[in-house]
Structure formats: structure tokens, C-alpha cells
């Protein structure tokens, strides 16, 4: 699923070789595999739960509406498609699937889209990543599925926040799927755009037939390795156990694979889009059409992220933000929800965090040897009688609050003041949540960098 990519791939060589689905049920097995030996298991879903419920919220983030705010418009893909957290789009189906299902006519569709929380997924030295998912793909083909767009895919963690970094910091793209053809495509997306070692907006692609039965009509899995166990090291992607792409380190220049490497990990993501540059591509023509039928969903048994050799954790964990006195950025963030990025003319310049509302949060590792106050460095442009809370929280974004303030109107939102707020003391290497509570939904406050003193 590719961003930022209006202009679209050609796929020239790219549709050759299809071949007729093979009619087939498709089973989910409603739990994710045993571990391999010598493999650790990092992540997992299995989608278990009530039928007409939504997934997991401590796994992942429903994205919704045409594109992220302040980000390019119908999510930079030209997808037509709006996205909900209704359980019409969006649900478990009570056998241990989760189905994402379009819903629509003409050029009005209702869908869904989910990435999870964690982005820190990443090979530690010496290791391999795989990313592994066990999907049905929408069930129809023909002129039935024109605009049908399935995908299972990653992005770099600085994206989120941004959205116009892209292509740089990197985008697998494991198992795309477009109009109901027999294949699966894997393709990297990097580097520059247009151009550039990625050849963008193209990306560096491949497909294949699904072995067997049809990606239709039946269950595949499709897995994406990352490999740093090897020199070079190698980028893998893979339908039911079977390479059909390799991407080598050595077929890219420093800075490109740095900048796609070098960060805190990729999340994940799951969506079926409508119409957009891919699926117009192939058809030659725009979709979806009056012959597009409604309701048929990716079906998604499950989700699961391994690790070879031993340890729990994808990559060594972030190192703990300074301790007693040091200055936090505000971007450097492991996580977040909402907010965006913007240059700031706070003295020392680089970015701050912006668009903060209700709801918002940040996350980050802090190494705490009992401090007792809290000093946050904000600005606000908030109209009158908006003001919220700045919330300092243990280990999610309903943990342990520490401590709060509040803050309102300073005089606009690059006019910046350090306010200072009591904790309760902790000690230890911790995961904080800076949480941001208001009772309007507007912007109420922006967030330079912070510190935690006694």
C-alpha cells in the first residue's frame, strides 16, 4: 500500500502470467502457528474474540476518515474509499478472523484501515525479522472487483507524525492485491521520489500466481523477512513459504538504506482500499465501476512478528531517555496518536509536536532515579475558555498518572513558557505516556521538549 504516490506505478511485465482461480474454501486456523525452533515470537494477533466486536485497541490504531490530518489528501494513493471504525467495515467474526470489508456503489465506499501501536518492529544485529500474516483476499474477481485494493504492508516509524517523509523512511509492501487478479505483489518503497534507488513512484516490485488455490478463494500466507544475519544484508518477501522476491543492501547507496534502517522500526498495517492509482493502473480505466459489487472482505486470520535467536524483542529497546535534569525532545517519540510535526521557532529550532487534542498522546523510554517534578516547554494559540491537561502517565495511555497541568492560551502557538508540575517518584527504566486531556475537541497546546528534575 503505497504513500504519497499519486502519479502511481507502471506494472508493465508486472500482470503477465495469471492464471484461473481455482475454487476452493478457504479455513482460518484461528491461532497464530507454534514458534519455530530458533525463532522467538516478538508480536502476535490472532484476531480471537466476540463476533461484531472491534480488534484489539492495545494492538492497533483504526485509522479513519480520507487521509491523516495535515497529511496528503485520500492518504496520497487517490483512493476514493472513507474510512470508519463502524463494525459494518471493520469487526471480528467470532472464528478467530478479522474481516475488513468495503461497503459502497458508484464512487461512495465505506472501508477500513488498522495499524498497530507498536512501531518498533526491526531486526536486532545479527538477526532476521519476520512479519507474517495468514489472509484470505477479498472473494471475487472479474469486472465484480474492479477497485478492490487488499493490502498488508509496514511503514517507517518517523511517519507517523509527519506524513511527507515518505518515501525515505521506508515501506514494505508484503502482500498487495489489486481488481481481483490471481497474484500477490511485494515491493519495496524507498530513497527519493520520483526516481531515486527505489525508482519511485514505482517501488522495486514483484509478483507471483498464489500456489495452489487462488489469493481468492482460499487462505495464503504471505511473510516478509528482513534479514541482518547476512552480509549484505537481504530484504525477503514470500507466499506460502515460496520466495518470489530478494532486495540486497549492496543495490542501494548509503544513504538510502540508512535512512530506511536506521529508525526506531516499521508498524504495521491492514486495509482494503477503493479505486486509487493501483487499481487504475491495471484496469486502464477508473475504478471501481458501476460493476463493482459491495461487501466482499479481506478475511485476516492472523497477524504474527518472529525474531531468530533468542530474546523477546525485535531490537534492542530504545535507550532510556537522559536521566535526572536531561531535556526530552518532544519528537522523540516512540509512539504516538494524533498529533502532528512542525518546525519551531522555540530557541535551539528543530521541530515540535503540534495539533495536540483531546485524546492525543506521545510515548517514550525515561530512566527515572525518583524525580518529583515535571518541566514541559509549551505554547498555545487556543481561543478563549479552551485549555486542557498535560498528563504524565505509566504504561499506557490509561496508566498511572504521575502528575498534570494545565495549560491554556500563551499567546500563540510559537509563544513558549516552561511550566513546571509535581510527580509521584518512581525509579527504574520506564515506558511514559505524555497524555493530553481537554473538554472541546479543538487544539489546545503544542510541546517543544520536557524534563523530569527533583
Not at 428 to 436: D, L, M, P, R, S
Request: net charge neutral; with cysteine; hydrophobic share 35%.
Amino acid at each position: 500500500m503505497v504513500t504519497l504516490r499519486v502519479g502511481k506505478r507502471s506494472l508493465i511485465g508486472w500482470i503477465a502470467a495469471l492464471l484461473v482461480p481455482v475454487l476452493c474454501i478457504g479455513v482460518a486456523n484461528a491461532a497464530v502457528p507454534s514458534t519455530p525452533s530458533g525463532w522467538t515470537l516478538v508480536w502476535s494477533d490472532d484476531f480471537n474474540g466476540t463476533a461484531g466486536t472491534l480488534p484489539s485497541s492495545a494492538n492497533w490504531i483504526i485509522d479513519t476518515g480520507h487521509g491523516y490530518p495535515g497529511g496528503p489528501a485520500n492518504w496520497g494513493t487517490g483512493e476514493i474509499q472513507n474510512y470508519t471504525s463502524s463494525t459494518s467495515n471493520l469487526s471480528l467474526d467470532g472464528s478467530g478472523n478479522l474481516r475488513i470489508t468495503p461497503i459502497g456503489s458508484g464512487q461512495n465506499w465505506t472501508s477500513a484501515r488498522i495499524e498497530s501501536r507498536r512501531a518498533d518492529f526491526k531486526p536486532a544485529a545479527g538477526r532476521i525479522l519476520r512479519i507474517e500474516g495468514r489472509i484470505q483476499m477479498p472473494n471475487v474477481t472479474g469486472n465484480a472487483a474492479l477497485g478492490y485494493w487488499p493490502a498488508f504492508w509496514a511503514l517507517g516509524a518517523p511517519y507517523r507524525g509527519n506524513y511527507w517523509n515518505w518515501p525515505g523512511i521506508g515501506e514494505f509492501d508484503i502482500m498487495e492485491n489489486v481488481n481481483g487478479i490471481n497474484q500477490v505483489w511485494g515491493v519495496l518503497h524507498c530513497g527519493v521520489t520520483p526516481g531515486g534507488n527505489c525508482n519511485e513512484t514505482n517501488g522495486l516490485g514483484a509478483a507471483r500466481a498464489c500456489p495452489g488455490s487462488s489469493c481468492q478463494s482460499a487462505f495464503h500466507t504471505y511473510r516478509f523477512e528482513w534479514d541482518r544475519s547476512i552480509t549484505p544484508n537481504q530484504f525477503r518477501w514470500y507466499v506460502d513459504g515460496v520466495n518470489y522476491h530478494t532486495l540486497s543492501q549492496n543495490q542501494f547507496d548509503a544513504t538510502t538504506w540508512t535512512n530506511m534502517t536506521s529508525h526506531a522500526g516499521y508498524f504495521l498495517l491492514l486495509n482494503v482500499a477503493m479505486g486509487g492509482g493501483f487499481p487504475n493502473g491495471v484496469a486502464g480505466f477508473g475504478t471501481p465501476t458501476s460493476a463493482t459489487v459491495s461487501g466482499r472482505p479481506m478475511v485476516v486470520d492472523y497477524v504474527a512478528v518472529w525474531q531468530s535467536g533468542a530474546g523477546t524483542s525485535p531490537s534492542p529497546s530504545p535507550s532510556p531517555s537522559p536521566p535526572t535534569g536531561g531535556v526530552i525532545q518532544a519528537e522523540s517519540y516512540t509512539a504516538q496518536q494524533g498529533t502532528q510535526l512542525e518546525t519551531t521557532t522555540d530557541a535551539g529550532g528543530g521541530q515540535n509536536v503540534a495539533y495536540i487534542s483531546n485524546g492525543d498522546w506521545l510515548r517514550y523510554s525515561v530512566n527515572f532515579t525518583g524525580e518529583t517534578q515535571f518541566n514541559a516547554r509549551v505554547a498555545s494559540g487556543a481561543a478563549g475558555g479552551v485549555s486542557g491537561l498535560v498528563q504524565v502517565r505509566l504504561g499506557s495511555p490509561t496508566g498511572t498518572v504521575l502528575g498534570q497541568m494545565s495549560v491554556g492560551n500563551t499567546g500563540g502557538w510559537q509563544s513558549w513558557r516552561t511550566v513546571p508540575a509535581n510527580i509521584s517518584p518512581v525509579t527504574g527504566a520506564q515506558t511514559v505516556y505524555i497524555t493530553f486531556s481537554s473538554g472541546q475537541p479543538a487544539d489546545f497546546v503544542n510541546l517543544n521538549y520536557f524534563s523530569f528534575s527533583r
